[in-house]
């Protein structure tokens, strides 16, 4: 029984607190309150806010940006399909001088690609049948069709 005291005297200290609070807020200002609170809500545990833009800023930053690549990072410029074209007739110019044909790797550093441009080219090249693949996976070698 001495448990049920305990738990009576808690409840009752918890009560006697929350009624002199309520009490406290009821008998203050509104500009007291806000006062208190600084005027502006505070912000909770969690990610921090990132530095803020205007909207003419961040477009006029991606209209000057170059149309094929952008910087390190970050999503590629969407590429037109002569640009696709272009890039792909210098793979095919690099093949045909290679009998034993090249991987996508050795392709990529040959010809200073972006890493994330490259399957998008060669993927046109096989439809276009341009050039052949054999192999699998890391182990595809490209050649001139």
């Given at each position: 029984?001495?448990?049920?005291?305990?738990?009576?005297?808690?409840?009752?200290?918890?009560?006697?607190?929350?009624?002199?609070?309520l009490h406290a807020i009821?008998?203050?200002?509104?500009?007291?309150?806000?006062?208190?609170?600084?005027?502006?809500?505070?912000?909770?545990?969690?990610?921090?806010?990132?530095?803020?833009?205007?909207?003419?800023?961040?477009?006029?930053?991606?209209?000057?940006?170059?149309?094929?690549?952008?910087?390190?990072?970050?999503?590629?410029?969407?590429?037109?399909?002569?640009?696709?074209?272009?890039?792909?007739?210098?793979?095919?110019?690099?093949?045909?001088?290679?009998?034993?044909?090249?991987?996508?790797?050795?392709?990529?550093?040959?010809?200073?690609?972006?890493?994330?441009?490259?399957?998008?080219?060669?993927?046109?090249?096989?439809?276009?049948?341009?050039?052949?693949?054999?192999g699998r996976k890391r182990?595809?070698?490209?050649?001139?069709?």
């Amino acid at each position: 029984m001495p448990n049920t005291s305990l738990r009576s005297a808690l409840d009752s200290l918890a009560s006697d607190f929350a009624s002199a609070v309520l009490h406290a807020i009821r008998g203050a200002s509104l500009d007291e309150l806000v006062a208190e609170s600084d005027g502006a809500p505070r912000r909770g545990p969690g990610r921090p806010r990132g530095p803020s833009k205007t909207k003419a800023v961040a477009t006029a930053a991606r209209e000057s940006a170059p149309a094929t690549k952008k910087g390190k990072g970050g999503r590629l410029a969407r590429r037109s399909p002569a640009e696709i074209a272009k890039t792909l007739g210098s793979i095919v110019t690099l093949l045909k001088g290679k009998k034993a044909g090249l991987r996508s790797e050795e392709i990529r550093k040959v010809l200073k690609l972006d890493v994330r441009e490259v399957p998008r080219v060669l993927k046109e090249g096989l439809a276009k049948k341009a050039i052949k693949s054999k192999g699998r996976k890391r182990a595809t070698v490209y050649t001139a069709a």
